[in-house]
């Protein structure tokens, strides 16, 4: 699906993530870390995920590589390895009971992580490179906010400026004045200080000599930091987050008003019921509207009750029962069943840990209609030149092998002539007849994006598909072709339902009447590339053939909930376990995408050079033809 809206403008580099997450799991030694981009570095350690700062997006590409990168050395070898967990939680504590909060933690922050960098350049000193590029950048940074801060007035600001400026200096000259606001007697007891820092060994004492250093400040600094540099390394969910209990759910609030009203008069009561149906909310049996009263009038008037609580409840509701299709969708009784069939494949991860909460649903194609019927044989008819030359070159293949003899071999049958039996050293005298007729040893599965991006290219699509579909049949070769979409509106943090549309069946895929129910594929809303394509492998994986392709055709980056940044890399993931298992994955890009760098980048980060572009999607029949011939000729 084509990515109309990015997180701070800003387009991911699967390419450059994937290396830092290869980086972070080399230095882990397990495959189980994941790296993601937040507004500051930091380490979450139940998560297992380590945070690259975006503070680095805006310089040219190869510091900005080495500045991520050494975020995740940094985290992977100082922080995880060599900051003292606890002593940072008792710091926050302590930090946040300080009118100075911002200055205590953002300096404790950046002295750790430099002395973090000590030991790291010293563990491994081939990444010395990218942590002087790291102080680089950041001292060309401060210089400028040591500046602005002295013309805005932000003086807690311009002193943790002038602080790294002085703690990562490498000239005696460089004299940054620290704390220009305070007397001399505070500046001389500042300048005696703050080389103690060279000496600290261990978190605790960074801890201490940072309490120091703002104690030592506190008094000519009268309010607290104004921007946020950096946060602490350590990253914790519980910490800053208060905690929401059943009881603060369920907490009602008294009146502010307790005067009641004593109108006994028997006045005749209207009701008026207001409709609240949206298209977005047209579940039946779920939608409630209700308000909580600050103010009002006590009155004689008795409600309509308590009302009992149903699984479909969706406002303020506390427990939600089992998800089920909606009427909205009106997938028919097989996707129900389909719930029931298949568990949620986020129940162990089967199918990637970016698709733990993914749900599939196998959606077998109804009975076509007639006008399905009508427009499969109009394409049909268009694809027939096509498949006819595509069989007659492969049945012509096929021939040559079962007729072709073999010559100048050192047994088999005798030939007649015997010249060089007299004229050779070592003559070869004999030949075999050509091979008995064998038939392809091959099986394809056909993937098509039904995201809402394929609506300019879906019939040209099908076009492409029946194409592979008439070919293979006639030429009996089994295939699937499967559409796979996710619902955008049902999809949740706890379930994102993806439907897999089973066009084309392997078992019904040599049948005569086997074809037309690829019509019935359209486009539908997000895509989630790594869990087809896993799901797909599983099902080739059965298959006996030896020669086992999977196409995927799709105009874009897979893009889902959830899964924008590491959908890529699950991706690229998923192609690479199909390949260790013997499948080859080939990409079928469509669309004007073709000629964006960026995206081509993308695409051929995902697939490697096992890829097609095809720009015009009038192009694809001709594109499909001489890879079809290369897959069958293999398979012999």
């Not at 993530?17 to 495959?31: E, F, G, P, W």
């Not at 502010?256 to 006994?264: G, I, P």
């Amino acid at each position: 699906m084509e990515r109309f809206m990015m997180f701070n403008d800003r387009p991911i580099d699967s390419f450059l993530v994937m290396q830092l997450s290869d980086l972070a799991q080399t230095l882990a030694r397990d495959r189980r870390w994941t790296v993601e981009f937040a507004a500051h570095s930091g380490v979450h350690l139940a998560k297992q995920t380590i945070y690259v700062s975006q503070f680095w997006d805006v310089y040219p590409l190869l510091e900005k590589e080495q500045a991520m990168k050494s975020d995740v050395v940094l985290r992977m070898i100082g922080t995880h390895r060599h900051t003292d967990i606890a002593v940072v939680r008792t710091f926050r504590q302590t930090a946040e009971a300080q009118p100075l909060s911002k200055l205590l933690k953002q300096l404790f922050s950046f002295a750790e992580d430099l002395r973090l960098e000590t030991i790291c350049e010293r563990e491994r000193p081939g990444l010395k490179r990218w942590f002087r590029a790291r102080r680089r950048l950041y001292r060309q940074y401060f210089a400028q906010q040591w500046q602005a801060n002295r013309t805005r007035g932000a003086l807690t600001d311009q002193f943790l400026a002038a602080m790294y400026l002085r703690l990562t200096t490498d000239s005696p000259l460089d004299d940054v004045p620290l704390a220009p606001m305070a007397d001399e007697a505070g500046q001389a007891r500042l300048e005696a200080l703050w080389p103690q820092f060279f000496d600290v060994s261990s978190t605790a004492e960074t801890a201490r000599w940072t309490l120091a250093i703002v104690e030592l400040v506190g008094d000519v600094l009268s309010n607290d930091m104004v921007n946020n540099y950096t946060s602490l390394p350590i990253v914790d969910d519980d910490e800053d987050e208060r905690k929401t209990t059943l009881q603060d759910l369920k907490r009602t609030d008294p009146l502010e008003n307790r005067d009641t009203s004593n109108d006994s008069t028997n006045s005749e009561v209207h009701r008026q019921v207001l409709s609240t149906w949206h298209r977005e909310t047209s579940r039946t049996g779920g939608n409630v509207l209700r308000f909580e009263l600050e103010r009002g009038t006590r009155t004689g008037m008795l409600g309509d009750g308590a009302r009992p609580g149903e699984d479909g409840d969706q406002a303020l509701a506390i427990v939600q029962g089992t998800s089920r299709p909606t009427n909205r969708n009106e997938y028919g009784p097989e996707a129900q069943a389909s719930f029931d069939d298949h568990p949620p494949a986020g129940s162990g991860a089967l199918y990637g840990e970016a698709n733990r909460q993914a749900e599939l649903v196998l959606l077998p194609s109804p009975p076509p209609s007639p006008i399905h019927l009508q427009q499969y044989r109009t394409k049909q008819t268009t694809v027939a030149p096509y498949r006819k030359r595509l069989v007659r070159v492969m049945e012509q293949w096929l021939e040559h092998q079962r007729s072709a003899w073999r010559t100048n071999l050192p047994a088999g049958r005798l030939r007649k002539q015997l010249i060089p039996f007299f004229t050779d050293e070592r003559p070869r005298l004999f030949y075999k007849k050509g091979e008995p007729a064998r038939r392809f040893d091959a099986v394809f599965g056909l993937l098509v994006d039904c995201s809402a991006s394929m609506h300019d290219k879906i019939e040209e699509t099908k076009t492409g598909l029946v194409l592979c579909h008439e070919a293979l049949k006639t030429l009996r070769v089994p295939h699937a072709i499967v559409g796979f979409w996710e619902d955008a509106n049902e999809a949740t943090a706890s379930r994102q339902p993806n439907y897999m549309q089973i066009a084309v069946s392997f078992r019904q895929s040599l049948e005569p009447s086997s074809g037309p129910a690829i019509m019935q594929l359209e486009p539908r809303e997000d895509n989630r590339d790594g869990l087809a394509i896993r799901w797909m492998t599983e099902q080739l994986l059965r298959r006996s053939e030896t020669q086992k392709v999977l196409l995927v055709f799709s105009d874009g980056e897979p893009a889902a909930y959830g899964y924008e940044q590491n959908g890529i890399i699950d991706t690229h993931e998923a192609v690479a376990e199909a390949r260790r298992h013997g499948i080859e994955v080939v990409n079928l890009f469509l669309g004007r995408g073709a000629d964006d760098e960026s995206t081509r980048r993308t695409i051929e980060n995902i697939y490697g050079r096992f890829r097609v572009f095809v720009p015009h999607v009038s192009e694809l029949t001709d594109r499909l033809i001489p890879l079809l011939k290369t897959w069958l000729q293999k398979s012999l």
